[in-house]
């Protein structure tokens, strides 16, 4: 199993730029998690979701969107992009409620 | 929202010395989950603690929940250079899976 996937690694952007940063986990987990982690800060959950075709809001979800149109992929969109969306990004996933979270390596974006 | 506060920040410790990090919660929690990350690495889950009371241990590495389940330590014996790194707790505050997390207590190994 590769566990949680996440690309690109690392991305630079140009404010107003758009791009999708794509999260895959086979593990046959129902539950996936977008997070930001700025420095110096715990993570702040952006969206998540409970199984394909299922999303919800987190903390932090303006200038994001998702979609969950298969259980295995997970995509986070930025549209717009912003200085403020500069931080590293993880994906997590879980099978059950109340069960651990895995996450993935992150992707570490600057947007200038 | 579920506040987390993890202390000390930062603790730099000699090879071979034990050390103690703290996690605390202003609510009562479902679940309290313990991370360690490296730089520019992503996040390995270490423990899950769900009880009040429950303490548990993996190699050199012990963490508890006490009995009101708003407070967690996680406690190193013989510290190695490969404990350093930041150690960060998720918890679970309303039962709905869905983590927040404090930011981290940073972890210093001196050989």
């Known amino acids: 199993n590769a566990g949680v996937t996440q690309t690109p690694k690392f991305r630079i952007l140009k404010i107003g730029q758009s791009m999708t940063l794509q999260c895959a986990q086979d593990?046959?987990?129902?539950?996936m998690y977008w997070y930001r982690q700025d420095p110096g800060m715990g993570l702040k959950l952006i969206y998540y979701?409970?199984?394909?075709?299922?999303?919800d809001k987190g903390e932090v979800p303006n200038g994001y969107n998702v979609s969950r149109s298969t259980t295995e992929d997970f995509p986070l969109r930025l549209e717009l992009a912003a200085p403020s969306q500069t931080s590293v990004y993880f994906c997590a996933s879980s099978h059950l409620f109340g069960d651990t979270q895995y996450f993935g390596p992150g992707t570490r974006l600057t947007v200038l | 929202s579920q506040e987390l506060e993890q202390s000390p920040q930062s603790l730099i410790v000699q090879e071979g010395k034990n050390l103690t990090i703290n996690c605390t919660s202003s609510k009562t929690l479902y679940g309290l989950y313990w991370y360690k990350q490296k730089y520019g690495e992503g996040l390995i889950f270490l423990m899950m603690?769900?009880?009040?009371?429950e303490e548990k241990s993996h190699e050199k590495i012990t963490a508890k929940l006490d009995e009101k389940k708003q407070q967690s330590s996680l406690h190193i014996t013989a510290s190695q250079p490969s404990h350093a790194g930041i150690y960060l707790c998720g918890a679970d505050g309303r039962g709905n899976n869905r983590l927040a997390f404090g930011k981290g207590n940073q972890v210093v190994v001196i050989p």
């Open positions: 593990m046959n987990h129902n539950y």
């Open positions: 603690l769900q009880k009040g009371g």
């Open positions: 979701s409970v199984g394909a075709g299922i999303t």
